[in-house]
């Protein structure tokens, strides 16, 4: 599974964003995914999760009802629609797929996209 991330961008604080993750592969409708994100001079960090059916999510506390994944297995992507975003949201977002069950686990995930940056201004 090959993962390319796209979306980010310069926003304000509470501005939105959308970003993509397209896979490759035939595995990406079985797949577990995640969203994860790393700040400047920070380690990586758990963002959000989805089972690979759709059904089942999972969250951050620091993002619930801020930020929401989704996927369209049609289209082999899954998202991460972010609202009311902060300054402390500034980081490189990577895509994950697991070939297991959705985790709030890296290690869970055997693949991994390039990341794409997101910048919140205040």
């Known amino acids: 599974v090959q993962l390319q991330a796209c979306g980010g961008g310069l926003v304000q604080t509470g501005g939105s964003l959308r970003l993509s993750c397209v896979a490759s592969?035939?595995?990406?409708?079985?797949?577990?995914m995640g969203w994860f994100r790393q700040a400047p001079g920070k380690d990586r960090e758990f963002v959000a999760a989805?089972?690979?059916?759709?059904?089942?999510?999972n969250y951050a506390d620091s993002v619930k009802g801020r930020l929401t994944i989704s996927r369209d297995n049609a289209k082999n992507t899954v998202y991460l629609q972010m609202n009311n975003l902060k300054p402390e949201d500034t980081a490189v977002y990577y895509c994950a797929a697991s070939l297991g069950v959705y985790s709030m686990r890296q290690y869970s995930y055997n693949y991994w996209g390039q990341g794409t940056l997101v910048t919140v201004s205040s």
């Open positions: 592969g035939r595995t990406f409708s079985r797949s577990g």
């Open positions: 989805i089972s690979w059916s759709g059904d089942s999510t």
